[in-house]
Each structure stands twice: as C-alpha cells, then as structure tokens.
C-alpha cells in the first residue's frame, strides 16, 4: 500500500431478523506489517487500546473467570468468557453486562481474527455476533428504540473499532495518510 492509498476499512452493522446484532469490520495489512500477527496479540491490541479510545471510560479487566469492559473502572458494562479458539482466532463468548439483555447474556461473542489473503495480506477481522443489546430491550424493539441503539452503542463501537483498526495500522508501521470505510454485505439484516 502506497503512502497516498487510504487505509481501506471493511464495515457492516446490522440488526438481525431475531434482533441481534452482527457487526463486521477488518482491514487488509500487507504481510511486512502483519508478520507474526495472530488472534491472539490482535485481542491483546484491542484490550490496550480501548482505555485510550474511549478517553478512559472504558477499561479492560481481565480475571481468571473472563474479560469485562467496565465504565470508569467499577460497572461492567460487557462481560466476556475466557477466550475460545476457533478456525483462524480467538472467540470471547458474552456472559452478562449492563448492556446485555438479562434473559440473553448467554448468547452472542466478539471474535477476532487473522487469516492470511492471496497478494501477501493478512485480513484482521473483528467481529460481534448474536449480541442482543439491553437497548433494544426485546426481540421486536420498537422504531425509537433502534433509533436509540444506532445513534449511541451502535455508533459508537463502529467508530471504536475503525480507530483501532487504524491505529493497528499506524503501529506496525503502516502511512495512510487516511481511512476510507467500504460498506460490505457478509450478513443479512436491517443496517443499524
């Protein structure tokens, strides 16, 4: 990738007919950038960049039990299961959280990944499946409620993410001098 190319962002958000949510975004890094890059260290990036990229709201606290994304050190907002590999990465099953749907906190996962592409790339993919949001509130939310997901949670992970990709980027050495997001279709659904 040239210093002048932008960084290319894949991206898909989207309610499901059951009212889950998929998101879906990865990048393309050239395998000088990528070597040695593996789920594992991807998930270790992503933990040591959330505190930065939510200004601190947001931190990490891994125990023997899992992971929690807790607000201001103390509310677990998303909490997850010890990672789980799986063909190409690692899966963190959701396990509760303020967030989190209580009678759906045994359902949904964050997977990251790292899968080698034709041309010398390697493909670092994050992804949330079957989470079912505590602001939808239900399996048929209403119209404001979706409204009300989109323009915060759903927003603002989006926007976590592509920054993390970039900042990914930017760390292993890469010069985009921008980042372009390029809407994919992986999952049916409603775009949220």
Request: with cysteine; net charge positive; glycine share 6%.
């Given at each position: 990738?040239?210093?002048?190319?932008?960084?290319?962002?894949?991206?898909?958000?989207?309610?499901?007919?059951?009212?889950?949510?998929?998101?879906?975004?990865?990048t393309?890094?050239?395998?000088?950038?990528?070597?040695?890059?593996t789920?594992?260290?991807?998930?270790?990036?992503y933990?040591?960049?959330?505190?930065?990229?939510?200004?601190?709201?947001i931190?990490?606290?891994?125990?023997?039990?899992?992971?929690?994304?807790?607000?201001l050190?103390?509310?677990?907002?998303?909490?997850?299961?010890?990672?789980?590999?799986?063909?190409?990465?690692?899966?963190?099953?959701?396990?509760?959280?303020?967030?989190?749907?209580?009678?759906?906190?045994?359902?949904?996962?964050?997977?990251?990944?790292?899968?080698?592409?034709?041309?010398?790339?390697?493909?670092?993919?994050?992804?949330?499946?079957?989470?079912?949001?505590?602001?939808?509130?239900?399996?048929?939310p209403?119209?404001?409620?979706?409204?009300?997901?989109?323009?915060?949670?759903?927003?603002?992970?989006?926007?976590?993410?592509?920054?993390?990709?970039?900042?990914?980027?930017?760390?292993?050495?890469?010069?985009?001098?921008?980042?372009?997001?390029?809407?994919?279709?992986?999952?049916?659904?409603?775009?949220?």
């Amino acid at each position: 990738m040239s210093a002048k190319a932008p960084l290319q962002i894949a991206c898909q958000q989207v309610l499901q007919e059951d009212s889950s949510v998929f998101s879906i975004q990865w990048t393309d890094l050239p395998l000088e950038l990528a070597q040695g890059m593996t789920p594992q260290r991807l998930l270790e990036a992503y933990l040591t960049a959330i505190r930065r990229l939510t200004w601190g709201l947001i931190q990490p606290d891994q125990t023997a039990e899992g992971i929690a994304f807790k607000l201001l050190g103390c509310v677990p907002l998303l909490c997850f299961l010890q990672p789980v590999p799986e063909a190409g990465g690692l899966s963190l099953r959701i396990c509760g959280g303020l967030l989190v749907q209580r009678d759906q906190c045994d359902r949904g996962e964050l997977a990251f990944c790292c899968e080698a592409k034709p041309d010398s790339f390697v493909r670092v993919t994050l992804r949330l499946s079957d989470y079912c949001p505590l602001l939808l509130g239900s399996q048929r939310p209403s119209v404001v409620r979706r409204w009300l997901y989109r323009l915060t949670q759903a927003t603002l992970h989006r926007l976590v993410t592509i920054r993390f990709l970039a900042r990914l980027y930017r760390q292993l050495g890469g010069t985009a001098k921008r980042v372009q997001t390029v809407q994919v279709q992986v999952q049916q659904g409603r775009n949220t």
